[in-house]
């Protein structure tokens, strides 16, 4: 064990048997084998070989962005959430407004919202005709606004699923103004720009992604 760990060694790993001991006890399932000589099952082995000990990623870099953010915002891959709110399953799980602040701040940088009509005229989000529970669109927007950039300055899209009525719609749109004020992307980084603006223009941005509504379905 020592001599494969010290003989496959990278920066970042333990360099030393003394090193070694310390992080095996660390995986160790029984405390009685940490006394003298402690040893792994194959099991805590496995455990071991892929933690983050024996991550193949300098972890002193891992915090630094080295791609390049100035490329247009369509060349990216995003880290995006699907039924963001949801705890459990989609038919009769809860929906969280904490669900929103424990994906943003695993960098999650797109967050779902299903809106639908509220009863005291403000929209509610919940999976649409199901047994979810429902929380209000406006401590989900709250929340966004608190914690979008706790661990990335880069944009936050708001994938809104909207089935709200004119007048709630209405509402959202007065919200989200108050609610995130200058964060909220409502103009053209560059009128004359021919290609969409870079993640590092769009830092500390929020951006609604949602479909336009037909004008026939004002009247369904």
């Keep these: 064990m020592v001599l494969f760990t010290l003989q496959a060694a990278s920066e970042g790993t333990a360099t030393s048997a003394l090193q070694l001991e310390e992080y095996v006890k660390r995986y160790l399932d029984d405390p009685l084998r940490q006394a003298v000589e402690p040893y792994f099952t194959a099991q805590e082995f496995l455990e071991y070989l892929f933690s983050r000990e024996n991550s193949i990623f300098n972890e002193a870099k891992e915090k630094e962005v080295h791609m390049n953010m100035d490329l247009p915002f369509s060349n990216y891959w995003i880290a995006s959430s699907h039924n963001t709110y949801l705890t459990g399953d989609q038919f009769s799980s809860d929906s969280s407004v904490e669900s929103y602040i424990q994906v943003l701040r695993k960098g999650c940088r797109c967050v779902e919202l299903d809106c639908w009509d509220g009863p005291d005229g403000i929209p509610v989000i919940y999976h649409g005709h199901t ?35 004119i007048a709630q719609q209405r509402t959202m749109a007065t919200l989200l103004k108050e609610t995130f004020g200058e964060m909220l992307l409502t103009q053209p980084v560059d009128p004359n720009a021919m290609e969409l603006p870079s993640p590092n223009q769009l830092k500390r941005k929020i951006i609604i992604k949602v479909s336009t509504i037909l004008y026939t379905e004002f009247y369904v």
């Design 131 to 165: 047994l979810t529970s429902k929380i209000k669109f406006l401590d989900v927007i709250r929340a966004v606004r608190d914690h979008a950039f706790d661990v990335s300055e880069y944009a936050v899209i708001l994938s809104i699923e909207n089935h709200c009525n």
